[in-house]
């Protein structure tokens, strides 16, 4: 059963447009996510997180939106660049025992920028 | 190097043969993780260090995958008499110690890619 859903295999967006993909949670206990970004052959880079405490993170053109009443979290690109195509994969944890949990991810949404 | 390192990128190893895999974390990073990744999914979490202790080895497939950190800093993931359904990018990640409300990021080396003949 999987706790971390992404229901976009694939998206497609012009150059200078926004990009959103979406992801869904559905462990109540979680309170930390993150978004990565994967190229091929490459290890997954971090890119931004938030923390179920807060509702809305940004970094410059990248921005998390969490809607825990519907366990739904969102990433926003703006504006979209050729060099954001990759795959992003959204990932969640929980605080336990006194540390970090493992990350549990969704399968990943290839993003595809055109000029 | 300032990132997690990992080694060797690729291995070839015939079914039954036992494997090696290398994660040399960033400096100073006490949290440890190996994920397994198969091919159009997710990294799926293997088994979590923190220092040289082994805290978390739930994900670990089987009996035939062992992991160690013995000095707290490099680990290896071995896996014995290795069979096809092995095949797959085995990630490393490490991190700071989370204290609350902060919290920091896993990062990941680029991976070993596992293929069994």
């Known amino acids: 059963d999987q706790q971390v859903k992404q229901n976009s295999p694939s998206l497609s967006v012009q150059e200078g447009r926004i990009s959103i993909l979406n992801c869904d949670y559905t462990n109540s206990m979680f309170d930390y996510f993150l978004w990565y970004k994967k190229y091929p052959a490459e290890g997954p880079t971090f890119l931004i997180s938030?923390?179920?405490?807060?509702d809305k993170n940004e970094d410059g053109r990248f921005t998390v939106f969490l809607n825990k009443s519907a366990k739904h979290l969102s990433l926003h690109i703006v504006p979209s660049q050729p060099g954001d195509s990759a795959v992003y994969f959204c990932a969640a944890s929980r605080y336990y025992g006194g540390s970090q949990g493992n990350l549990i991810f969704g399968k990943g949404t290839k993003l595809s920028v055109k000029p | 190097g300032a990132g997690v390192s990992q080694s060797p990128r690729y291995k070839v190893a015939k079914r039954g043969q036992d494997v090696a895999l290398r994660c040399d974390p960033i400096s100073g990073h006490v949290s440890l993780f190996w994920y397994q990744q198969a091919l159009g999914q997710g990294p799926e979490f293997l088994t979590y260090?923190?220092?040289?202790?082994?805290?978390?080895k739930s994900g670990l497939p089987s009996d035939r995958f062992f992991a160690e950190r013995p000095e707290g800093s490099v680990s290896t993931l071995k896996i014995q008499r290795t069979q096809q359904e092995d095949s797959a990018v085995y990630l490393c990640?490490?991190?700071?110690?989370?204290?609350?409300?902060?919290?920091?990021?896993?990062?990941f080396g680029d991976g070993t890619r596992l293929s069994i003949l």
């Open positions: 990640a490490s991190s700071s110690k989370r204290l609350r409300p902060t919290v920091q990021p896993q990062h």
């Open positions: 938030i923390s179920s405490i807060k």
């Open positions: 260090f923190q220092n040289e202790a082994q805290l978390d």
